[in-house]
């Protein structure tokens, strides 16, 4: 490395907010050997949800989720992630509480350990001031300042990126695999045959009601329990795009077949002379067309009704959802259209963005896409191409879902990109799916699904390994 290169490394790179994906980010850079700064504006202001001064707070559940990295594809990402020198991974293991197949941590000691490890890293400072606008001197700045961006962040990020593209709530419909739909009774027609713009008149499933079902359904939905808003959340505006179901079966009985639920201009070719009363669609969601959202179901019902309720639509006896749906404040981009490949803003690449703000859910996510936010501004920095994860892998997955394979809404409504877990339907299918036990009889039932999982994980840990030991993916 010449003299000019090495000064080049040691400007620092830029962290606003120090939460999972801040925190994650800010480990990572400095482990490259890159200096950081982290901007956390905690203790001198303060969040809706935070409670402490400490980086990486949980601001609710102490649960990472699931830590089969063999079956879960959460799991997986934690496997990954310990792969990858996560902190957040190193913090959650030295806290951990029983919790059975879960990864549960003390939250202070966790948070503790996380704050302590950045603060002791020489090449990272730590500064507690609201950052406004990024200033034009720090050419590389990472933005993971999650669902609770402070509104002076959050407005300027708006005049960036255009206001329509930044959301302060989010209206999450269910997405449901599509390999457990059944096809049986459901069929493939847009409406009126209609093939819209990249369409081919046939692009939404249907799921067609009699009336004595529909009727039930619309019972289902206005009896079952829902979510409160916290306190805070309670000016969450409804508006008429987006109002969720059962606010709209409230107006009357009618109300959802006149809207999402309309039965016209479809013909089910399993029963051509009957008349569907009702009919739930669902659009294609990423593009390997694993995925399907219920359109218009965005839903405050609780996750457990949800599944119950939901899987009483004809169709969707055995819907296996890959999200649940739900309202939350929660400030995110409409990133598919706004960053490229490695989360740098199109409009202003020496601005990336990390964590929850540009779509992902959850702790472990929101922390992977931190984790790879600072490997790509460090690689950069050190005047390296950075490298994507394998496509095969969870980190993969997800960053593709965020950066470009969901598929665009184009009818109105609430934005059709929402945030998303990681789940088995981002990830590219298997080439052949197996179909027998080691012994060599035929896998049944579950156990096919439970295989395909196994192949999933291991196949991405295998991939993740080589791309660790220096197989090149070239970023776009
Ligand atoms: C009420 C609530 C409950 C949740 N419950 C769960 C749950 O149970 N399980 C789960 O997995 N996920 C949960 N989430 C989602 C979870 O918060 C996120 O997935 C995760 O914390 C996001 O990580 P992040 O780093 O993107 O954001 P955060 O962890 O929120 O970190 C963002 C940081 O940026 C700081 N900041 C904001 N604006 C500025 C600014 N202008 N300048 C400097 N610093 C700034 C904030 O103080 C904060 O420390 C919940 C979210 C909310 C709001």
Not at 183 to 212: E, H, L, T
Not at 278 to 283: D, E, G, H, K, M
Not at 337 to 357: N, V
Request: overall charge neutral; charged content about 20%; glycine content about 10%.
């Amino acid at each position: 490395m010449s003299s000019q290169d090495k000064q080049a490394v040691q400007q620092a790179i830029h962290v606003v907010g120090g939460g999972l994906a801040g925190s994650e980010a800010a480990w990572q850079i400095a482990s490259a050997g890159v200096p950081v700064v982290l901007h956390e504006m905690r203790p001198v202001r303060s969040t809706d949800a935070h409670k402490t001064d400490g980086l990486a707070e949980l601001v609710c559940s102490n649960s990472l989720r699931s830590d089969d990295s063999e079956q879960n594809a959460v799991g997986l990402l934690h496997a990954e992630m310990r792969r990858l020198n996560s902190l957040v991974m190193r913090a959650a293991d030295g806290n951990q509480v029983p919790a059975g197949g879960a990864l549960a941590v003390d939250r202070d000691g966790f948070s503790a350990a996380i704050t302590q490890a950045l603060a002791a890293h020489p090449l990272i400072e730590i500064v507690r001031e609201e950052i406004v606008l990024p200033p034009e001197e720090w050419d590389s700045v990472i933005v993971a300042t999650g669902p609770l961006t402070s509104s002076a962040l959050a407005a300027e990020v708006g005049k960036l990126t255009g206001e329509d593209q930044l959301a302060f709530f989010d209206a999450i419909a269910p997405i449901v695999h599509r390999d457990s739909i059944n096809m049986d009774v459901a069929w493939f027609q847009s409406r009126y045959d209609k093939a819209g713009p990249g369409g081919s008149g046939a692009d939404y499933i249907n799921c067609p009601m009699d009336r004595a079902q529909y009727e039930a359904f619309v019972a289902a939905l206005l009896a079952g329990d829902k979510t409160n808003f916290q306190e805070w959340e309670k000016s969450t505006p409804y508006f008429d795009g987006c109002l969720p179901i059962e606010v709209m079966a409230e107006r009357g009985a009618e109300t959802l077949r006149h809207g999402p639920m309309k039965p016209f201009g479809l013909t089910n070719p399993h029963d051509p002379q009957t008349k569907a009363y009702a009919i739930v669609q669902l659009r294609q969601d990423n593009k390997l067309g694993t995925l399907y959202n219920m359109v218009g179901f965005q839903t405050k019902l609780k996750h457990g009704e949800q599944t119950r309720v939901f899987r009483t639509i004809p169709g969707l006896e055995r819907a296996e959802f890959a999200r649940l749906g739900g309202l939350h404040r929660n400030t995110f981009l409409n990133s598919p259209k706004l960053l490229d490949g490695t989360l740098r803003l199109q409009a202003m690449p020496r601005l990336r963005f990390a964590g929850q703000i540009t779509g992902c859910e959850g702790y472990v996510e929101s922390a992977a896409i931190g984790l790879l936010a600072g490997r790509f501004a460090a690689a950069e920095r050190r005047g390296e191409t950075p490298s994507l994860p394998p496509r095969t892998s969870a980190h993969g997955a997800l960053l593709a879902y965020i950066t470009g394979d969901h598929i665009g809404s184009i009818d109105a409504g609430p934005r059709s990109y929402q945030p998303m877990n990681v789940n088995f339907g981002l990830f590219t299918p298997l080439a052949q799916m197996p179909s027998k036990k080691p012994d060599g009889t035929r896998l049944r039932g579950t156990e096919k699904t439970i295989a395909k999982r196994r192949a999933i994980c291991a196949r991405a840990l295998a991939d993740l390994d080589q791309w660790i030991g220096g197989t090149r993916i070239a970023a776009e």
